[in-house]
């Protein structure tokens, strides 16, 4: 049982570079979420997954898209990376309210 | 105004002492979190609570719904205590957590 396995772990990409974010969790959540994390701001919403099959904007989706390809996988898209977009993401998924966080991917976009 | 607020920011003890973080919030809430976050690591759950009190061998956890208003105590603190500590806070909705800021803790031997 590996719980929300996220991958890469850490990531340096140019100005205009795509890249995933793979998420998988193995707990039969049906919600999972992706965050970034900056300094000073806390943890912010990028989009959120209820069930299989829907995705939602949250709080700072500009930039970014998500795929919920079965109940176990969240991916995060950055189509055309900008520096703005560094930061450190999680990956969580969730149950009902208790939340379950994967260990992060340190982006950098230089 | 955020809807979290923690205080302190940033708390530097000694071993030993009783610690205190506290979470104000401005929205109702179905749940309150603590979560810690120790430095380059991942991000675990400490505690949920929707009412009153919970503990967990040092860590204490309270909750004043009227107040809204939480606290986070760890009795006999330890240096491997130290990491950023989290309120947030679920109104029940599927976009899941509100988050505070944190509060960096660092305990010195």
């Known amino acids: 049982n590996a719980g929300v396995t996220q991958t890469p772990k850490f990531q340096v990409l140019k100005t205009g570079q795509s890249m995933t974010l793979q998420c998988a969790q193995d707990m039969n959540h049906n919600s999972m979420y992706w965050y970034r994390q900056d300094p000073g701001m806390g943890l912010r919403l990028i989009y959120y997954s209820a069930s299989e099959g829907t995705t939602d904007k949250g709080e700072v989706p500009n930039g970014y898209n998500v795929s919920r390809l079965n109940k176990r996988e969240f991916s995060l898209r950055l189509e055309s990376a900008a520096p703005s977009q560094t930061s450190v993401y999680f990956c969580?998924?969730?149950?009902?309210?208790?939340?379950?966080f994967g260990s992060g991917t340190q982006l950098s976009v230089l | 105004k955020n809807e979290v607020e923690q205080s302190p920011q940033n708390l530097t003890a000694q071993e030993g002492e009783f610690i205190t973080i506290n979470c104000s919030y401005s929205?109702?809430?179905?749940?309150l979190h603590w979560l810690q976050q120790h430095p380059g690591g991942g991000i675990v759950s400490l505690f949920m609570?929707?009412?009153g009190k919970k503990k967990h061998g040092r860590l204490i956890a309270t909750i004043n719904i009227q107040e809204k208003h939480s606290s986070l105590h760890i009795t006999a603190s330890h240096p491997r205590d130290s990491a950023v500590y989290i309120c947030?806070?679920?109104?029940?909705?599927?976009?899941?957590?509100?988050f505070g800021k944190g509060t960096h803790l660092i305990i010195q031997p």
């Open positions: 609570l929707s009412s």
């Open positions: 947030a806070v679920t109104r029940g909705g599927a976009d899941g957590l509100t």
């Open positions: 929205v109702g809430i179905s749940a």
């Open positions: 969580a998924s969730s149950p009902r309210e208790k939340l379950f």
